[in-house]
T-cell receptor
Framework: DAKTTQPPSMDCAEGRAANLPCNHS???????VYWYRQIHSQGPQYIIH???NNETNEMASLIITEDRKSSTLILPHATLRDTAVYYC????????????FGTGTSLTVIP | GAGVSQTPSNKVTEKGKYVELRCDPI?????LYWYRQSLGQGPEFLIY????????DSGLPNDRFFAVRPEGSVSTLKIQRTERGDSAVYLC??????????????FGPGTRLTVL
């Protein structure tokens, strides 16, 4: 099963771009990369997902390398409310529904 | 509109007791998921329902854990003979549909279970 590797923690200055890396070297050709975040004491919140093309929405951008073995989530202008644990996930299992969350990256946005 | 709700928000029980945790998904969502999250860890998949049936229960740790969704909406996670190791936050999520097509999973706030 494809799994992900993320740095355990990162800091980012408020107003600057936060770049969160993720390695998923065993990802299969039909597996998507998803990013969720979890603010303390809340359930995870969807951010963005992609297959092989770069994606952008109102929350973030997702850059996936050409070999799909790694990706980067970019929060273009981090705010204090972006402080959270960020999970990079690839879909595993034949049903395509089992998410392996891992331990994520704890992002702290510093004033 | 209303999101995913879970009750109770906190549950304290004694070792060996039986507990039920309830999840109300977003109306119209056919897919429902249960996860368990221990302190400092990411959510761990337990079971996935498509409609009334459990399409994937491979994450249930043992036969003390069971979940139902009799009418394809509300789901109940049942834990028999609770153990201290069952203490965790139990998260429920729902999505428009499951299967190979992707749909965003919306998570509830979780139920914090403490087994004394």
């Amino acid at each position: 099963d494809a799994k992900t590797t993320q740095p355990p923690s990162m800091d980012c200055a408020e107003g600057r771009a936060a770049n969160l890396p993720c390695n998923h070297s065993t990802i299969s050709g039909n597996e998507y990369v998803y990013w969720y975040r979890q603010i303390h004491s809340q359930g995870p919140q969807y951010i963005i997902h992609g297959l092989k093309n770069n994606e952008t929405n109102e929350m973030a951008s997702l850059i996936i390398t050409e070999d799909r073995k790694s990706s980067t989530l970019i929060l273009p202008h981090a705010t204090l409310r972006d402080t959270a644990v960020y999970y990079c996930i690839v879909r595993v299992g034949d049903t395509g529904n089992q998410f392996y969350f891992g331990t994520g990256t704890s992002l702290t946005v510093i004033p | 509109g209303a999101g995913v709700s879970q009750t109770p928000s906190n549950k304290v029980t004694e070792k060996g007791k039986y507990v039920e945790l309830r999840c109300d998904p977003i109306s119209g969502h056919t897919a429902l998921y249960w996860y368990r999250q221990s302190l400092g860890q990411g959510p761990e998949f337990l079971i996935y329902f498509q409609g009334t049936g459990a399409a994937d229960d491979s994450g249930l740790p043992n036969d003390r854990f069971f979940a139902v969704r009799p009418e394809g909406s509300v789901s109940t996670l049942k834990i028999q003979r609770t153990e201290r190791g069952d203490s965790a936050v139990y998260l429920c999520a729902s999505s428009l549909s499951g299967g190979r097509s992707y749909n965003e999973q919306f998570f509830g706030p979780g139920t914090r279970l403490t087994v004394l």
